[in-house]
């Protein structure tokens, strides 16, 4: 009997050694050669970071929700972007997480207040 097992993870920018590991139902094992990648963080056309698209994505729908009186939505939205942060906390993805993570939980307390966010 053959089984097949995918697994993704998000890998921030450098170089990676990559093994697979293969065990069989009595024990028998073997690795693969190791495969070396390297990973690069993504260019914008319009010369902005991953984190600002983010960024903007999430200031974007906030404003989009608030002009349509949606305010279950935008709760819903600025919940899913805190867990969001508290994740990406966890596991360090973001190059400046400290401060991106300030930016967007700024953003969010001013939007709940009514605010600007530029403010």
């Known amino acids: 009997q053959s089984y ?17 590991a293969i065990i069989d139902n009595i024990g028998g094992s073997s ?14 056309d319009n010369g902005t970071n991953f984190e600002d698209e ?12 608030e002009s349509l009186g949606l305010v279950g939505q935008s709760l819903q939205l600025s919940n899913s972007a805190i867990l969001s942060l508290q994740e990406n906390q966890n596991r360090r993805l973001l190059a400046s997480s400290l401060a991106y993570r300030m930016r967007v939980r700024n953003m969010l307390l001013a939007k709940m207040a009514g605010g600007n966010a530029h403010e």
């Open 4 to 20: 097949s097992n995918v697994y993704s993870t998000v890998l921030t920018s450098g170089s990676y050694g990559l093994v697979a």
């Open 31 to 44: 690795l693969s050669e190791t495969t070396n990648i390297r990973v690069l963080a993504k260019q914008f």
């Open 54 to 65: 983010i960024f903007a994505s999430i200031e974007f729908a906030l404003n989009t929700y």
